[in-house]
């Protein structure tokens, strides 16, 4: 593990759906909630909460709620350029960017987590719970979006699990 990079890493994924439609998924706290998250609020500058339907922009702040997870999730939208790429805070000072492209009728993500803390609580919890969660998370976009099927363990009483 001496060359293992615990400050970063990068997942990507293809799926079958139009790019639109795949930025709105990260955008939209009603998209958010079909495939990610239990609940999604998205607040402005003021903390006037956003209108579920629509994108959120740059410098909009968030409250992540998961299915089983009593705790929200803050964080902020550092980067939204309305087309093909995303950039969030997440896990305190971490960045993730989420970037879109199209190939042969796929649409590419590229998510890149990075700034991630060195100390032992954020290897295991950041560095690598992270990189397993989006990875569940992604294949579950993938599955949402390209055939209608939600992943997630949405029962209490059968937690811990990957899809959780």
Request: charged residues 25%; contains cysteine; proline residues 4%.
């Amino acid at each position: 593990m001496e060359n293992f990079d615990w400050t970063s890493f990068t997942k990507k994924i293809a799926i079958k759906a139009p790019l639109t439609d795949i930025y709105n998924a990260w955008t939209k706290a009603h998209e958010l909630e079909q495939w990610f998250l239990e609940k999604v609020t998205f607040a402005d500058s003021t903390k006037t909460v956003l209108d579920p339907n629509i994108n959120v922009y740059a410098g909009c702040t968030y409250n992540w709620f998961w299915y089983l997870y009593k705790d929200p999730m803050p964080g902020s939208i550092k980067k939204a350029n309305g087309k093909d790429f995303f950039q969030f805070s997440f896990e305190g000072e971490c960045l993730v960017d989420v970037k879109l492209t199209e190939k042969d009728g796929y649409t590419i993500i590229e998510l890149k987590q990075y700034n991630i803390p060195l100390d032992e609580h954020s290897k295991q919890f950041i560095r690598l719970g992270c990189a397993s969660g989006w990875a569940f998370y992604l294949v579950n976009l993938k599955s949402v979006y390209e055939h209608g099927l939600d992943l997630r363990n949405k029962d209490e009483n059968l937690q811990p699990m990957i899809n959780n």
